[in-house]
């Protein structure tokens, strides 16, 4: 697991005010405010933020991959299918910064590995290390702080996120299955433009899991969905919307 370097987020009454300070809460803090206020009482206490060192792999035969983690021994967290909605300002302000605000739901799904929990959903914060870009970034990682909190009633969150002036930007669907492997966190994603196996950790084992896997570093991906998503439309000559099953 990625460790944690930060704590507490800041209180909200600092941004208390305008939606545009709210909005700054948001982009540079993630927690539990110590407020009552309408918009952040659903919000689970004791978040934190980590340090996430992460790579993608193409997957093309995924019954060999789930051989080879078998063989690995590594142990599955169950299945589950997820709708992620990114949030952003009508000028794609978080996004050009190099920060992503996305709300997550999560519902358990069908799976020969044991192990399911219940539907839930996750707020999540991304963005780049203090004095890095997200464009800086020494290859082949991709690494980010990362601040995740459980939320209650996430109903009430399109709306509360929309009074901050935020909107949808980008939807996405997928499937996954979570596994760990010593230090690792491993994710096999299934996802409407293909299947991927996200590999977080320390790099040394990201090496070294990757090379067991049939993997070396030629092969790791830094890109977001987001970004994977327009490059396969691109290829495919499509207007990029959202990255949706067909219902």
Partial sequence: MARTIG???????????????????????????QTQGDLYSGVAPGSSTKREIEVKLRIADVREILSKLRKL??????????????????????????RLLRLRTERPAASAWAGAGRPQTVLTL???????????????????LECEVLVHSPQQWPSALGSL?????????KYRTSFRLGDLHLDLDETPIG?????????????????????????????????????????????????LFRR
Wanted: hydrophobic share 30%; glycine share 10%; charged share 25%.
């Fill in 7 to 33: 704590g507490r987020a800041r209180q909200v009454s600092d941004y208390a005010g305008s939606r545009a300070g709210l909005a700054t809460f948001f982009l540079h803090s993630c927690g539990a405010p």
């Fill in 73 to 98: 021994r590594a142990i599955s967290r169950g299945r589950v299918f997820e709708q992620n909605t990114l949030y952003d300002t009508p000028n794609s302000e978080i996004r050009r910064s190099g």
């Fill in 126 to 144: 991304k963005g780049p290390l203090p004095g890095r870009s997200a464009a800086t970034a020494p290859a082949p990682f991709k690494e980010r």
């Fill in 165 to 173: 002036g935020l909107r949808p930007a980008f939807r996405y669907d």
């Fill in 195 to 243: 299947v991927f196996l996200e590999l977080e950790g320390p790099p040394a084992p990201i090496d070294r899991a990757a090379r067991l896997l049939g993997f070396s570093r030629r092969h790791y991906l830094r890109q977001s969905y987001g970004e994977l998503y327009i490059a396969d439309c691109r290829r495919q000559g499509r207007v990029p919307r959202n990255m």
